[in-house]
């Protein structure tokens, strides 16, 4: 019989809903070392969280994340709230002894993303970075690390929405530097960073600059960066939310030796690979459907062709976790992959208010 794991799912919004199915439909794609008991789900007192417990199959409801974690019926505390809450719920479950899996950014600070490293450092634990586990990714740290790609020499990266734009739009927590930190550089550059981090490594200076083009809002609108990565490879990363024409528009192009890769979030079934080792008369940018069973990931999905989507890449990185966890190895995202995210955006947004370079802490 495998080892029941009780969840708590704090958070029942947009990242509620992905967390949800991530945990219903993980043992129907993956053949888990553990039952999944969907416990308890905790949110403000609306009719959300009825609606989103009654649809996904959550036990109980809870308004009070803190009494959630005092509970000696929880396994595992799964943070999906909002930024400003990210630390302090996640120590308080390291304390309690939970597995801790939070969403990103990690924290709002340095300082508290280094204090949930410390706390967590004797539970099991994950930051949602989940597009490392979109296929197409996954392949491309594949050949990079075969060498296919060779030296890398430009790496560049965007995640842009359109949003912002909307003046007509409700505020949320997310236009509140108390709750949701600095703007799109906490939110979006985050996922750029850490996608960076895992497919060039680490980062050895930077300098940025940010925007903010609605009139009195108090975040940023859009946030762009040069990177010196400590392999040599120049880097350009940016992201916004006046990305006029981007729905959700994550990308990267890698230009190395041996290859470009070309990745976009829209088309997250494709990778772009040019073969620069051909001969030059018949070199082309390939679009290739990182939907065979030999590609990393996608065989756990459908058969060659039947194209995934964004929910996949929050259903692999929870089955990735729980296999980690059963095996007692190390998973990657954890907190200290969180930590040097944290790291290189505070670096860059120091240079933004300065304008000058600053050095990027490489990977904690
Ligand atoms: N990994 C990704 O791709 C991704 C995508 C979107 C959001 N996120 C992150 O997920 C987190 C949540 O974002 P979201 O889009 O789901 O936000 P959201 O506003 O849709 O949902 C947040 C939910 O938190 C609940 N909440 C707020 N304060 C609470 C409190 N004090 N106690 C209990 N519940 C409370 C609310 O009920 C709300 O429904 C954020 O940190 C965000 O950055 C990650």
Not at 251 to 256: D, K, V
Request: aromatic share 10%; proline share 5%; glycine share 8%.
């Amino acid at each position: 019989m495998k080892p029941e794991l009780r969840v708590a799912l704090l958070g029942d919004g947009f990242m509620g809903k992905a967390h949800s199915n991530a945990w219903a439909q993980a043992p129907h794609f993956f053949d888990l070392p553990y039952r999944i008991r969907r416990k308890l789900i905790c949110g403000l007192d609306t009719p959300l969280l009825h609606q989103t417990a009654a649809q996904w199959e959550w036990e109980e409801t809870a308004t009070d994340w803190r009494a959630a974690i005092e509970r000696d019926d929880i396994d595992v505390i799964d943070i999906a709230l909002p930024n400003h809450l990210h630390a302090e719920a996640a120590i308080a479950a390291a304390r309690a002894g939970k597995i801790v899996l939070t969403e990103k950014p990690m924290a709002n600070t340095v300082d508290e993303a280094r204090a949930m490293v410390e706390a967590a450092a004797k539970v099991p634990n994950l930051v949602w970075y989940n597009y490392r586990r979109v296929p197409a990714i996954a392949f491309a740290k594949q050949l990079i690390d075969e060498g296919r790609v060779g030296q890398i020499y430009h790496y560049e990266a965007a995640y842009k929405q359109q949003w912002g734009a909307d003046a007509s739009r409700a505020a949320t927590w997310r236009m509140d530097p108390k709750q949701g930190g600095s703007g799109v550089a906490d939110d979006l550059l985050t996922h750029v960073i850490d996608t960076a981090l895992y497919l060039n490594g680490p980062m050895k200076e930077g300098v940025a600059m940010a925007a903010t083009f609605m009139p009195g809002r108090q975040v940023d609108d859009a946030f762009q960066a040069m990177i010196r990565f400590e392999n040599g490879a120049m880097g350009a990363i940016m992201s916004t939310r006046f990305g006029i024409g981007s729905k959700n528009a994550k990308s990267f192009r890698i230009h190395g030796a041996n290859a470009m890769l070309g990745f976009h979030l829209e088309k997250l079934n494709n990778l772009e690979f040019l073969d620069f080792t051909e001969p030059s008369t018949e070199q082309g940018v390939r679009d290739l459907m990182v939907t065979d069973l030999k590609h990393p990931i996608f065989g756990n999905f459908w058969r060659p062709g039947h194209i995934i989507g964004y929910e996949h890449s929050f259903i692999a990185t929870l089955a990735a976790f729980l296999d980690a966890l059963s095996k007692d190895e190390e998973f990657h995202p954890n907190f200290r992959d969180g930590l040097a995210v944290q790291q290189v955006l505070a670096g860059l947004q120091q240079s933004a208010a300065s304008r000058q370079w600053v050095p990027l802490q490489p990977s904690a």
